[in-house]
């Protein structure tokens, strides 16, 4: 779940998810919570469809796989 604060006169949408963190700033706060359903939905189908993660791994093993 996004969480969008006030900063100043613009809103701030912070994303914590899965491992992955995302910041934007918007002037409105519909814009915020548009860009924060549309990333979040994102990092679902990214997880559904599955990612490698490259920790440990080197370049000749990727270039095998």
């Known amino acids: 779940m996004a969480s969008i604060t006030k900063r100043g006169g613009k809103y701030r949408a ?5 491992g992955i963190n995302m910041c934007q700033t918007f002037a ?9 359903t549309r990333m979040e939905a994102g990092i679902d189908q990214t997880a559904a469809v599955g990612r490698i993660s490259a920790k440990g791994w080197t370049i000749s093993d ?4």
């Open 14 to 18: 912070l994303i914590r998810m899965k």
């Open 28 to 36: 409105t706060k519909s814009a915020a919570r548009t860009w924060a």
């Open 62 to 65: 990727l270039i095998d796989r």
